[in-house]
């Protein structure tokens, strides 16, 4: 046989054992908190069609989508993100259903990439999404769902960094920018390229007044006092309600008691296009990038026929666990499997005794010993320790 077939392929891996344990019991803290809020488990396929997931949607890049080929020839991609499968979802089963939605989640996400970098191909991501409400309590709601999560899944040492994509947008259509400029100069200053985005806006022409100003998002973040900061620098009506909206969230955020674990940054917009309004990250130690994404898409069920609002969240929970072993953060597993041995003439009684360590609660597992069985030398080696 083969060695290779011992192997996964490049970005996946296997998890099994304490490991394994230890994941499926923060996995069950999330799924705990979330459905403290009222949230109704959903569950959407592994592989969609391409056009969920199209340009046009504003989802991940085409190029680092798995595509494959059904026996009829449409175009099919396993799931890289799971808000468009869940608006789509909503849209088909919910279009008459004016209240809001409240639906969670749990599945592996699959992203192609070349640059690794250390990362995953495939990811558990286990998130929340709000549909058919448009209020600013609803985002507070979610950014305190988050902070509740990560507490009670083992962190305590993490920041929650909230921005507004309307901000940015209103400060480009000040300045005359065209759509593809604008979503060039947002990978620039999302990736906090001052030289990039410095050289687009100068060939781009863009007056100089407002070329500063676009430059200086990227250095928007900070407490409060950045918000009040990014007001004073902006006359046009789409930033200013960004700003207002932002210090609304931010007082709701104070009457749920987790305004602790928040900050601002006005200059973090989302590779995701269908964002329509707060954004927000979280952050924590050990781990390089966000271990939660979300925020507003008000315009993304209308692609599947369904006019609502929305919001939503994902945390990305492989890199929890990461984060909580790196911070040494002890997590309960269960206890470990009793091992009741039996032989040809005691059979019933060991049955017996398993069944009772069952009834119980407790794991056990019946294992064969006698006639030079090779649990035989297991055994000695037990009780030699």
Sequence with gaps: MSQQLLHTPEGVRDIYGKEYAEKFHVEQQLRECIRLYGYEDIQTPTFEFFDVFSKEIG????????????KE?????????????????????????????????????????????GKLKEVTQLGAELIGDSGVEADAEMICMVIKALLRAGLNRFQVAIGDVEYFKGLCEEAGLDEDTELE?????????????????????????????????????????????AGAMVENTRSLAAVH?????????????????????????????????????????????????????????QQFGKDA???????????????????????????????????????????????????????AVLLPVGNGHPLEREISKEGAR
């Excluded at 989802?59 to 494959?68: A, G, H, R, V």
């Excluded at 500063?212 to 407490?223: C, I, N, P, Q, T």
């Design 309 to 363: 609002p929305a919001v939503g969240f994902v945390i990305v929970v492989d890199s929890i666990m990461e984060a909580l072993s790196r911070q040494n953060v002890r997590l309960p597993v269960p206890d470990e499997i009793r091992k009741v041995y039996y032989d040809a003439g005691n059979y019933a009684e060991k049955l017996a005794e398993a069944r009772k360590l069952r009834s119980e609660g407790i794991a």
């Design 185 to 229: 100069l947002r990978s620039f200053i999302s990736g906090k390229n001052y030289f990039g985005a410095q050289e687009l806006l100068a060939e781009s022409n863009v007056a100089k007044p407002y070329q500063s100003r676009l430059l200086k998002v990227a250095d928007m973040f900070g407490d409060m006092g950045s918000l009040a900061g």
């Design 59 to 70: 989802t991940t890049p085409s190029k680092e989508l798995y595509k494959f080929f059904d």
């Design 245 to 301: 909206r932002l210090e609304k969230l931010y007082s709701l955020l104070q009457l749920y008691g987790v305004e602790s674990y928040v900050s601002f940054d006005l200059g973090m917009l989302s590779k995701y296009r269908y964002y329509t309004g707060m954004i927000f990250k979280a952050y924590t130690y050990g781990v390089g990038e966000a271990v939660v994404k979300g925020g507003r898409y008000d315009r993304l069920l």
């Design 73 to 117: 020839g449409n175009t099919l991609v396993l799931r890289p993100d799971f808000t468009p499968s869940i608006a789509r979802c909503a849209a088909k089963y919910f279009s008459e259903k004016k209240h809001p939605l409240r639906f969670s989640y749990i599945g592996n996400t699959f992203t192609n990439t070349s640059n690794l970098q």
